[in-house]
């Protein structure tokens, strides 16, 4: 794992010591993050890297679980769905089971904090035990249109909250509390994002087959209905008449997923006969991505619901020219012909990645800028600095504060 | 001159750090836009007219504010995009003076293009009110003279600059920049002072202002 002053050379030292002022100005609180899981998923891997790296800073970090059976997943798993709006029974019972884990859990955990951050749904009950310290809770999942029982079931928990996070302005609600945006980053060090020797890329594109004759058009993304790849493949179909061209269409997670399953059966039958059109179901292997993501000529995320799209993010960071859906967080991450292209469609998406194949000079400074704007907003190090000015604002409710 | 010329006192580099508030407030047409810009915080137009020089400090510095990218974008009028675009923030002395200065311009507009209320954003794509809260806080570099000056303007961050070129002229209502403040005041040198108060910050991406000022600087010291 990178320690902090790894990082110097890429954000530069003045920012790295900027971090350390904010992480003085935090000596003596002690931060309790609290979330279900200390593995798999979004947010553990998250703390796996923040934590450590926010204790190098100064700053007193501690990370607790909650504890809950089969049921109690079962439940918040069902939560998770409805606050995307999904569609979903969701019976009284299942409103009894969360409330009873979590009346255990409010019993049990050891609740310590000076500031006590909590992740997401599971364990936002806690809330119960709240004295004179500060608690912030950090909502990840997309809550622009939710479930509207599920979500004043949670209300009830959220407004007693000293502040809440978001990732995206769109998931904000009307509460009576502060409320922060504060979106999700990359890790520049880590293996999906860090350089990679030319020997490696070529290495993988040979692994799988793909020759570098032609420039190559990717999408990274598991196998799903809302990451659209059928309508990448229209999107491609309909370049390919002006400009010779490759497709990657790479990502995993369909094993376990009958939806997933099925939809990849659909991408390969649509791909059927083009030997252009590489389909590749991955493993999780970083450095696959990171090489695919590296030997293509333009990055497409066609998207049709994104809660923040970080693959836009890691395309970027490589100073890739990307073509994106503008929905959830990726307006934050491309602002249109500064940085990247967003469509709303099959044909604006291929009108786009026709002009990109078509004028390389400006497709390079589409990823130039692109790749600055990332290092400027959505590294590890741009996270650290928001939640630890997130921990002083719990102290200092004005506008303009002076440390 | 003489670089070693110590300053009556020395210039402390501040930091200015900036978290978003998210305000649950958002518009999808011309009059809600205007209704919120005319009752929301001052520093939710702070946020919005002054986000981009921050977040896209290395491009060409437009657009230089968010309600001027989202009615060109998502509103599809580039004529009002256009408009609100080229209002000259530097002219402002305050926030307060800067609002009423858009509210101008969309209620003008609305008044000769009244169809233009009519334009809607697409579902997801409606303007949302964000305000910015700062932390200011001193760096740990201390400038006694113009050389030390120069050299510290090339380390600190984008952020340092923007604090002391920024923030203290507009939002802090102090009319000119910290820089030539201290110049002026504490190195009695009138014309570099005058120089960079009159460069339009906003008109230039923060590296390049960065630079400008670093060559001021050393330009003055090498005379």
Redesign the interface.
């Known amino acids: 794992m990178a320690r902090i002053e790894e990082y110097a050379s890429i954000v530069g030292q003045s920012t790295i010591d900027d971090l350390r002022l904010l992480g003085d100005k935090l000596r003596g609180k002690v931060i309790q993050h609290i979330n279900s899981t200390s593995v798999g998923g979004g947010v553990a891997e998250i703390l796996n890297r923040m934590v450590p790296l926010l204790r190098e800073l100064g700053v007193d970090t501690r990370w607790d679980l909650i504890k809950g059976g089969e049921q109690f997943f079962a439940v918040t798993k069902k939560f998770h769905n409805a606050l995307h709006g999904r569609r979903e029974e969701i019976a009284e019972r299942d409103f009894e089971i969360f409330r009873e884990t979590s009346a255990e859990n409010v019993r049990d955990v050891n609740v310590h904090g000076d500031i006590v951050f909590i992740h997401d749904p599971q364990p936002i009950a806690l809330i119960e035990r709240k004295t004179g310290n500060k608690w912030i809770w950090r909502c990840h999942v997309d809550v622009s249109d939710p479930n509207r029982e599920v979500w004043e079931f949670l209300r009830d928990y959220v407004v007693r909250y000293d502040s809440a996070v978001f990732s995206s302005p769109s998931f904000s609600q009307r509460l009576p509390l502060r409320q922060f945006l504060i979106a999700p980053s990359i890790d520049p060090l880590s293996d999906k994002n860090r350089e990679l020797p030319p020997e490696t890329v070529d290495e993988v594109l040979r692994k799988y087959g793909i020759p570098r004759d032609k420039p190559i058009i990717t999408q990274i993304s598991r196998f799903d209905r809302l990451k659209d790849p059928v309508g990448v493949i229209e999107a491609y179909l309909q370049v390919k008449r002006y400009s010779d061209c490759r497709l990657i269409l790479a990502g995993g997670g369909a094993a376990d997923d009958p939806e997933g399953a099925a939809v990849l059966e659909e991408v390969r039958e649509k791909a059927h006969g083009d030997p252009d059109i590489h389909v590749l179901l991955l493993p999780q292997n970083d450095i696959e991505i990171n090489a695919l993501q590296r030997a293509s000529t333009v990055i497409i995320q066609k998207s049709i619901k994104e809660g923040f799209g970080l693959t836009v993010s890691e395309a970027l960071w490589k100073a890739k020219p990307v073509v994106a859906s503008n929905v959830g967080g990726i307006p934050l991450q491309i602002t249109h012909r500064y940085s990247g292209l967003l469509c709303h469609s099959v044909e604006g998406a291929a009108f786009a990645m026709k002009q990109l194949l078509a004028s390389p000079a400006y497709a390079r400074r589409l990823g130039e800028n692109g790749r600055e704007h990332i290092r400027n907003n959505f590294l590890l190090t741009r996270h650290l600095r928001d939640y630890m000015l997130v921990f002083l604002s719990l102290y200092h409710p004005e506008d303009v504060v002076y440390l | 001159m003489d670089a070693m010329k110590r300053a009556r006192e020395p210039f402390q580099f501040y930091?200015r750090?900036n978290?978003?508030?998210?305000?649950?407030l958002?518009a999808s047409t011309l009059p809600e836009l205007l209704e919120i810009i005319e009752t929301v915080?001052g520093?939710c137009i702070y946020h919005h007219t002054h986000r981009f020089l921050?977040?896209?400090?290395?491009?060409s510095p437009e657009p230089p504010n968010d309600f001027a990218?989202w009615v060109a974008?998502s509103l599809g009028d580039d004529e009002l995009g256009e408009k609100l675009a080229s209002i000259d923030t530097i002219q402002f002395g305050t926030i307060r003076a800067l609002r009423n200065k858009i509210i101008a311009t969309i209620v003008g507009y609305l008044a000769d293009v009244p169809s233009a209320s009519r334009r809607f954003a697409?579902e997801?794509?409606?303007f949302?009110f964000?305000?910015?809260?700062?932390?200011?806080?001193p760096?740990?570099y201390v400038a006694n003279d113009l050389a030390e000056f120069a050299e510290i303007l090339k380390?600190?961050?984008i952020?340092?600059i923007y604090y002391h070129m920024f923030e203290a002229r507009l939002?802090?209502e102090r009319g000119t920049n910290d820089f030539s403040v201290w110049i002026e005041g504490a190195l009695g040198e009138k014309d570099l002072a005058r120089d960079i108060a009159r460069l339009d910050p906003y008109t230039r991406t923060l590296d390049d202002l960065r630079r400008t000022l670093i060559q001021l600087a050393e330009s003055r010291i090498s005379k």
């Open positions: 930091t750090l978290l978003s508030e998210l305000t649950g958002k915080p520093s921050q977040q896209h400090q290395y491009l990218y974008e697409r997801g794509e409606e949302h964000i305000k910015s809260s700062s932390f200011v806080l760096t740990n380390k600190i961050t952020d340092s939002r802090l």
